[in-house]
């Protein structure tokens, strides 16, 4: 079971998550993160980081963001890996408080 970014990433992508993951399973797109399935290992440190509480285990994504799950497969095959922390952008403590992003990803 691997873990998943979801919706509250949108427009925030800060990258705390990053910093803690033992193997690098993070993929980096234009205004959000997403998870390699494939290359994360289940061991939940990124999910105390992600200040927005944008990452949960599989089985425990919410019904509404169920789509993500696919959504961080596909993308992942298409992002590059991140493996630093970078800053956040500007406005994301703005961005953190919207709700409905999906449609607002960049890919």
Not at 32 to 51: G, K, N, Q, S
Not at 67 to 84: A, C, G, H, M, T
Request: glycine share 0%; charged share 35%.
């Amino acid at each position: 079971m691997a873990y998943v970014v979801t919706e509250s990433c949108v427009k925030c992508k800060y990258t705390d998550c990053v910093e803690v993951c033992p193997v690098d399973c993070f993929r980096e797109g234009p205004n959000m993160l997403v998870i390699d399935p494939d290359e994360c290992i289940d061991c939940t440190l990124c999910v105390p980081e992600c200040p927005v509480e944008a990452i949960f285990a599989e089985d425990d994504v919410p019904d509404e963001q169920k789509d993500f799950i696919p959504l961080n497969r596909e993308l992942s095959r298409e992002w590059k890996p991140i493996v630093q922390r970078k800053p956040a952008p500007a406005d994301a403590d703005e961005w953190s408080k919207v709700k409905q992003k999906k449609h607002l990803i960049e890919r």
